[in-house]
């Protein structure tokens, strides 16, 4: 079972980017499932989650900038990241929630590797 994600590069401010993660083997099975960045000398910084029901999440920093969605049938999840900012740049990584404190990493169980993410100035 593991998470992929895609779609990560370089980019300039107000570009956008789609990021998506895989899934196989029945990574997603119902859980919730967020995505969380770490700019460079920071931690894991929350910043969307999708729910069972397909509730959705946002940190206010990205809150009508970003939109998270899911595709329980590809075993997909993306994150459409439009207007994208300098402090957006970070390692983006997804991962797994059974409990669904979809913002603490502590509720993860399974993550990806990641996909960078660069926006200049």
């Known amino acids: 079972v593991q998470l992929v994600e895609s779609g990560g590069g370089l980019v300039q401010t107000g570009d956008s980017l789609r990021l998506s993660c895989a899934g196989d083997?029945?990574?997603?099975?119902?859980?919730?499932m967020g995505w969380f960045r770490q700019a460079p000398g920071k931690g894991l910084e929350f910043v969307a989650a999708i729910g069972r029901s397909g509730t959705t999440y946002y940190a206010d920093s990205v809150k009508g900038r970003f939109t998270i969605s899911s595709d329980i049938y590809k075993s997909t999840v993306a994150l459409q990241m439009n207007s994208l900012k300098p402090e957006d740049t970070a390692r983006y990584f997804c991962?797994?929630?059974?409990?669904?404190?979809?913002?603490?990493?502590?509720?993860?169980?399974?993550w990806g590797r990641g996909t960078q993410v660069t926006v200049s100035s």
């Open positions: 991962g797994r929630s059974p409990s669904g404190w979809y913002s603490y990493t502590s509720s993860y169980d399974l």
């Open positions: 083997g029945g990574a997603f099975g119902g859980n919730h």
